[in-house]
């Protein structure tokens, strides 16, 4: 049976991957959507941190806190460059380029954390790599903005930092993890919209419903579910099941958004499940890297 920190990770990852349903009927520019979800997902756990009354533990642990300062910052910045890139070089093909992240991982969990990269998982990668390839393979790199292909692979690198700075925290847990991560996160974004364009948003009435599911749910429980529980799980693990997002992304669209889900793209979404179950449940678990 798997833990009760796995299945908070795999509800979050589940959540996340409706962020585009959403967001598709929010009538906003990329980066002010990512200021809203944001923003009211930090205002809910600060709201809940303060309800509860939860104990402050992070000036007790400084180091422990900068990492996780990091990781929000990290998160912050994945997103600007992420939704940069949906607009330059489309959804497909940013979301190939940002899932190299999970890779990047796996690559250094040996070096940072000490974990063994076994046959089975590399295998089990590689798996998954094909999958992703299938399920955005209509993406093409003609005519497409080179600067956008650099925002997805930033993006991608910002995920690996976001998952290591995460797990360099030790002491820090519950809802006080998510809630600095997620304060950090907003900072960060709200410097670059200062800087940018300002904060004269004009909202219309019906994009406030969106904005506040994709604000509260999958942003503030979302991020308390991922955070809460990433720290406890193997690097690898993550890596390998975080593949889950994308693929629940493209079923969402398939089924509510009424996208065509060509039968290559149900293949490519079967390879990346069976890939991640295969890295993580294969029994020869004889080390490539020590």
């Not at 250094?108 to 954390?113: A, D, E, M, Q, V």
């Not at 003609?142 to 991608?156: D, N, P, Q, V, Y």
């Not at 193997?234 to 009424?258: D, I, N, R």
Request: charged share 10%; with cysteine; proline share 4%.
């Amino acid at each position: 049976m798997r833990s009760p920190q796995f299945i908070k990770y795999i509800i979050s990852l589940l959540l996340f991957g409706s962020n585009g349903v959403w967001a598709a009927a929010i009538a906003l520019s990329s980066q002010e959507i990512v200021f809203f979800r944001l923003l009211f997902g930090a205002l809910s756990l600060l709201a809940i941190f303060a309800i509860t009354r939860t104990k402050i533990t992070f000036p007790h642990y400084k180091k422990d806190f900068f990492y996780l300062a990091l990781s929000g910052c990290a998160q912050g910045i994945l997103f600007l460059f992420l939704f940069k890139a949906y607009q330059l070089i489309g959804v497909s093909l940013a979301s190939l380029a940002y899932y190299c992240g999970p890779v990047i991982v796996m690559i250094l969990s040996p070096l940072l954390f000490g974990e063994k990269l076994t046959r089975g998982k590399v295998l089990g990668f590689l798996t998954v790599l094909v999958g992703v390839i299938l399920v955005n393979g209509q993406a093409a790199l003609e005519g497409k903005s080179l600067f956008g292909l650099l925002c997805a692979g930033l993006a991608s690198v910002m995920y690996a930092v976001l998952v290591c700075a995460t797990k360099k925290n030790e002491h820090i847990h519950g809802l006080e993890n998510p809630t600095i991560q997620l304060v950090f996160s907003l900072l960060t974004v709200a410097v670059y919209m200062a800087l940018t364009q300002g904060f004269a948003i004009q909202v219309q009435p019906g994009d406030w419903l969106p904005i506040l599911v994709l604000g509260l749910s999958n942003t503030g429980l979302g991020c308390y579910l991922y955070y809460s529980s990433i720290g406890h799980l193997p690097a690898q693990q993550v890596a390998l099941f975080g593949y889950l997002e994308p693929l629940s992304s493209v079923f969402y669209s398939a089924f509510l958004l009424h996208e065509t889900l060509a039968p290559i793209q149900i293949f490519g979404g079967l390879l990346i499940v069976g890939g991640a179950l295969f890295g993580e449940l294969y029994k020869g678990r004889k080390p490539v890297v020590q």
